[in-house]
């Protein structure tokens, strides 16, 4: 245990270590009144402030939350491996065969922005829980990075600070940059478009808010929009009387298939904006379906993958299957055992853990459309001494060409992460020997 930290409870001192500090360190902390000067310098507004309290109250946990330096280094591993794997003409030819028709017959070139892979992680459990595509929190979380302290000397060296938090906020501007060039655009990127349906009552509506200023500081002009206020005039993309360059999608309409993305539909396949993340990049990465490859021993070989590789893969991707007449019988035998998504899920929406399904909800998920991932336990933080119950956490990696910008965790209770957990939220992560 760290010099400084709190020892907890009897039981807590025969936890291993990380587990020990998750347990019964209350040292590291968020700093409110830092919180609330970075909140205010991000915003320029300390009325958009009240605004972020009222709205998002616990999008921001008091704690951090503590990980083995060889766990970060196999979230790692395993990032890596995907990103392979992706590369491989013959995993995207399967991938792409059964996506819609705009991820197979448009390549944008771009690579795609905010890719979220997220894990469970603790002492005796490891795995990737799925990928995401638009991941929300990254400037929620340069916020945070700004606000935590710790009272004990060695671990303040193992977590965010201002520097790490700054070179965040340059990454984020040089990778849609890097996609901007990689569409094939020479001239310098003067316009962004995020885009979300109603915006303005999406609940991380906050962070487009931070993202809208950090473009402004880099000298890009940013609009919030819905997808209805687009416009096409005469090859280009228009948002009201600003000219979009770029749009950074916040759509959960990953194919831009409702009638209310028709006009963004239509732009992206004529070139007349770029688009990032677009749909390819989910079918290849975020379709629940791929976690399926991801842990067949079988395919993976099928596929051409180094053994190596395939090795990372099996042992950081829980065991996934697609649910089928086939299957469902040993399926729900097991249950309690497995957790079930849907293909095209997001946000936890309409996910089960299995000893919490129903015959209702049985019945929905073996009429076809989803997965069933072997269950991975996810680590636990309390928050104070005299907590009754820790929280669950998963930790989030921002990753961009193959590459980790930023971790995160999230903790939450009930099934999945919420951020409606009192406690709860975006929580830094430390990582490293303790």
Aim: glycine letters at 8%.
């Amino acid at each position: 245990m760290l010099a400084g930290c709190t020892e907890g409870t009897a039981a807590d001192a025969a936890l291993p270590g990380i587990e020990r500090l998750n347990a019964g360190c209350f040292c590291v902390s968020v700093d409110d009144a830092a919180l609330e000067q970075a909140l205010e310098r991000e915003f320029g507004s300390r009325e958009i402030v009240g605004i972020v309290r009222e709205r998002c109250p616990f999008v921001y946990s008091a704690r951090p939350v503590f990980v083995a330096r060889e766990h970060m280094k196999r979230m790692a591993a395993v990032v890596a491996a995907i990103e392979s794997v992706v590369t491989l003409p013959s995993y995207r030819e399967q991938v792409l065969a059964g996506a819609p028709v705009i991820a197979r017959q448009h390549s944008p070139g771009t690579l795609g922005v905010f890719f979220g892979y997220d894990f469970h992680v603790a002492q005796d459990s490891f795995g990737l829980i799925e990928v995401n595509t638009n991941a929300g929190g990254a400037m929620l979380n340069v916020v945070l990075g700004r606000a935590h302290r710790a009272c004990c000397l060695p671990v303040r060296s193992l977590g965010p600070s201002n520097a790490s938090a700054q070179a965040f906020e340059e990454a984020i501007v040089a990778m849609l940059r890097s996609d901007w060039r990689l569409a094939g655009r020479d001239a310098p990127l003067r316009s962004i478009a995020i885009v979300d349906e109603d915006p303005a009552a999406q609940y991380l509506y906050p962070e487009f808010l931070l993202f809208q200023r950090l473009f402004e500081r880099h000298g890009i002009q940013a609009v919030i929009a819905d997808p209805r206020e687009f416009r096409l005039r005469e090859g280009a993309l228009w948002a009201g009387h600003v000219r979009i360059d770029l749009v950074y999608n916040r759509l959960t309409d990953f194919y831009l298939e409702s009638e209310s993305s028709k006009v963004l539909n239509a732009a992206y396949q004529q070139d007349a904006a770029v688009l990032t993340p677009h749909p390819q990049a989910h079918a290849l990465y975020a379709d629940k379906r791929n976690l399926v490859l991801w842990s067949d021993p079988q395919a993976l070989a099928a596929l051409g993958v180094p053994s190596a590789t395939r090795e990372v893969l099996l042992a950081g991707v829980p065991r996934t299957v697609v649910v089928d007449g086939a299957n469902a019988e040993e399926l729900w035998a097991a249950r309690r055992r497995l957790f079930f998504k849907p293909f095209a899920g997001y946000g936890s929406r309409a996910a089960y853990r299995g000893d919490k399904v129903t015959q209702r909800v049985w019945s929905e998920i073996i009429a076809g459309g989803y997965v069933a991932q072997a269950l991975v336990a996810p680590g636990e933080r309390r928050l104070e001494a005299a907590a009754d119950k820790p929280l669950k956490f998963d930790l989030r990696e921002y990753v961009y060409d193959g590459r980790i910008q930023w971790s995160a965790a999230r903790l939450y209770q009930g099934q999945t992460t919420n951020f409606r957990t009192p406690g709860g939220g975006f929580a830094p992560v430390y990582a490293g020997p303790f």
